[in-house]
C-alpha cells in the first residue's frame, strides 16, 4: 500500500480540475477509490488572473502523520504555497521558461519585421502607378 | 415618539431583561450591559465611569481614526438604544422576502397577550441590535518570502487558502505566490472574494454589487431606499470594510440634507446613525429636528451624547460646572458654545417653550 497525497483529474474536455486526494499511488484517479479529498486546485486561471488552491492543512498534517507521501506535483504546488521548502523542480522550471522567453522575444521580432516587409511589398506590387494612369 | 410611549417602553424593557432568566444568556454582552443600565427613570447618566475609558477623553487624530473605542462605550450605547425606540408595527412591518410567512391570528386571553407582547418585544430587541461604527481597516502588507528565482515560473497568481474545519473566518491563512516569485498574505479585498467562494455567506455577491457604485448609490438615495441600502451594506460587507463605511456615511449624509431622520427611527441603523453625527459634529440639524417634534428627552440625550463622545467641548465643562442642570439649560448650554449654526438651534429651543407655554400640559422633567 503507497498512500500518496496527488491530484485526482477532473473537470472535462479543455477544462481541468484537480482534486487533492488522499489514495494508494497507482490506482486509477475515477475508480471511485479516494480515502479523502482534502483539497482543490484549479490550473486555469480566473478572472483576476489566479489559480485557486484549497488545502485542508490540518488534514494534510494528520495523513502525512499517518504515512501518506505526497506525489511529485503535490509537492511542488505545496512548496509555492509555503508549507513546504520550494521544490527544486520549481527551481528548474522557471530557469527553463525564462530562457524560453529570453529566445522567443529575438524570434518574434525577426518573424514580426519578415512580416511587415512582405506587406510592404505586396502594396506596393498592387498599387497602379500614378504616371502611367495619367499617360493613359 | 411620544414621551409615555418611550418611557412605557423603557420599563418594559427593564422589566423583560430583569425577569426573564429564561432568555438572558442568548442576548450579546454588550448589548445587554447597555440594557441593564435602563432602569425606567429619566435622562441622568446613571453610574458614571471616571475617565477610565480612554479614546474617549481626548480628541487626537488616533482617536479621529478609530470611532469604535467611543461606539462601544456603555453609555453611549445606553443612549442610542433608547434614542432608536421601539415602534412594534415597524419592527415587524412586512417584507416581501423569501421565508416570509403568513401572519397567523389566535385567540388569547389577556395574559396570553401581555406574553406573546412581551416575548416580541424581546425578540425586537434582537433585530434593533446596532452594526457597530468602526474606522477603516488597516491594510494587509506582510510578506513571507521572497523567490526572485520563481520568476517566469507563473503568469498568474497562486491564491492558496486553508479550508481546515472550525476555523474563524477572520483568522483563516490566504496566501498569495505572484508571478514575480514573491509569497505574500492576501490583502483584504483578495480575502473577502476567496472567503466568499469557499465560504459563502448568504446574502453577499462576489465584488461589488452595481447597486453601491456611486451613480447608482445616488439613484437609490434619491428613491429614498435608505433602509434598504443600510441593510444589503451590512450583509454585503464587512463593518470595518472602507467600502462599507463610505455606502453608510454617503448615506447618512443624505438623510442629512433631506431631513428624513424619522426614516430610520426604529431601525437598527438609527444608532449608528446618530452616532455618525455625533462622532463627526454634525448634530444641530438632528437637534432641531427633534425640538420640533417635541421630543425633549431626545434632545437632552443627543447633548449628552456630544457630550460623552466630545468630554473637552465647552459646554460639556459648563454642564459639569452647573449644580442641577435642567434639560433645557443643558441644552441651551450647546446651543451657545458648540452648536455650528447657532442661531438655529437657539430658534427651535425658543419655539420649544413657546409651544410648552402655550399647551401648558408638558411638564418641564428633571
Given amino acids: ?136 | 415618539m411620544a414621551a409615555s410611549m418611550k418611557c412605557a417602553w423603557a420599563r418594559c424593557l427593564s422589566t423583560i431583561l430583569l425577569n426573564s432568566t429564561k432568555h438572558r444568556c442568548q442576548i450579546s454582552q454588550p448589548l445587554y450591559a447597555s440594557c441593564s443600565n435602563i432602569s425606567g427613570d429619566s435622562g441622568e447618566g446613571g453610574t458614571d465611569q471616571t475617565g477610565q475609558e480612554a479614546g474617549l477623553a481626548d480628541d487626537t487624530k488616533k482617536h479621529r481614526r478609530d470611532p469604535g473605542k467611543a461606539f462601544t462605550d456603555v453609555r453611549v450605547q445606553k443612549i442610542l438604544l433608547r434614542l432608536t425606540g421601539l415602534d412594534l408595527d415597524k419592527v415587524y412591518e412586512y417584507r416581501a422576502a423569501k421565508g416570509a410567512g403568513v401572519a397567523k391570528v389566535a385567540l388569547m386571553s389577556d395574559q396570553q397577550l401581555k406574553k406573546v407582547y412581551e416575548s416580541a418585544s424581546y425578540k425586537a430587541l434582537r433585530k434593533l441590535q446596532m452594526p457597530p461604527v468602526l474606522g477603516a481597516r488597516e491594510p494587509i502588507d506582510e510578506v513571507l518570502s521572497e523567490d526572485p528565482e520563481l520568476e517566469g515560473l507563473n503568469t498568474s497568481k497562486l491564491v492558496f487558502i486553508d479550508i481546515s474545519q472550525r476555523v474563524p473566518l477572520k483568522k483563516r491563512t490566504i496566501v498569495v505566490r505572484e508571478p514575480n516569485g514573491t509569497l505574500r498574505k492576501a490583502s483584504w479585498e483578495e480575502r473577502d472574494v476567496t472567503l466568499q467562494k469557499y465560504f459563502p455567506q448568504s446574502g453577499r455577491k462576489i465584488g461589488l454589487p452595481r447597486m453601491f457604485q456611486q451613480d447608482n448609490l445616488e439613484c437609490m438615495l434619491d428613491d429614498g431606499k435608505h433602509e434598504y441600502i443600510l441593510n444589503r451594506a451590512c450583509s454585503q460587507f464587512e463593518i470595518d470594510d472602507p467600502e462599507y463605511i463610505r455606502v453608510t456615511q454617503r448615506t447618512y449624509e443624505h438623510i442629512h440634507s433631506n431631513g428624513k431622520f424619522e426614516d430610520l427611527r426604529s431601525t437598527r441603523h438609527f444608532g449608528p446613525m446618530i452616532f455618525y453625527f455625533t462622532y463627526y459634529k454634525k448634530i444641530d440639524k438632528l437637534l432641531v429636528a427633534f425640538l420640533e417634534e417635541e421630543s425633549l428627552e431626545d434632545s437632552v440625550d443627543l447633548v449628552k451624547l456630544y457630550h460623552i463622545v466630545h468630554p473637552s467641548c465647552k459646554s460639556a465643562e459648563k454642564v459639569a460646572s452647573m449644580p442641577d442642570p435642567t434639560p433645557l439649560e443643558i441644552i441651551g448650554a450647546f446651543a451657545e458654545m458648540d452648536a455650528t449654526q447657532k442661531s438655529l438651534v437657539q430658534q427651535a429651543i425658543q419655539t420649544y417653550e413657546k409651544e410648552c407655554d402655550s399647551t401648558d400640559s408638558t411638564q418641564l422633567r428633571r
Fill in chain 1, 1 to 136: 500500500m503507497a498512500l500518496a497525497i496527488r491530484f485526482a483529474l477532473f473537470g472535462c474536455t479543455n477544462r481541468p480540475f484537480f482534486h487533492i486526494v488522499v489514495m494508494e499511488k497507482r490506482r486509477a484517479q475515477r475508480s471511485g477509490k479516494i480515502k479523502e479529498m482534502i483539497g482543490s486546485y484549479d490550473p486555469m486561471p480566473n478572472q483576476d488572473n489566479q489559480k485557486l488552491v484549497a488545502v485542508d492543512f490540518q488534514k494534510l498534517q494528520q495523513w502525512l502523520g499517518f504515512g501518506a507521501v505526497p506525489t511529485k506535483h503535490v509537492a511542488e504546488l505545496l512548496g509555492l504555497g509555503g508549507f513546504y521548502p520550494i521544490h527544486p523542480m520549481s527551481y528548474i522550471k522557471a530557469k527553463r521558461k525564462r530562457k524560453l522567453m529570453e529566445k522567443q522575444p529575438a524570434d518574434m521580432q525577426a518573424k514580426e519585421e519578415t512580416q511587415e516587409t512582405a506587406a510592404i511589398q505586396v502594396n506596393e506590387d498592387t498599387q497602379p502607378d500614378s504616371t502611367e494612369d495619367a499617360s493613359q
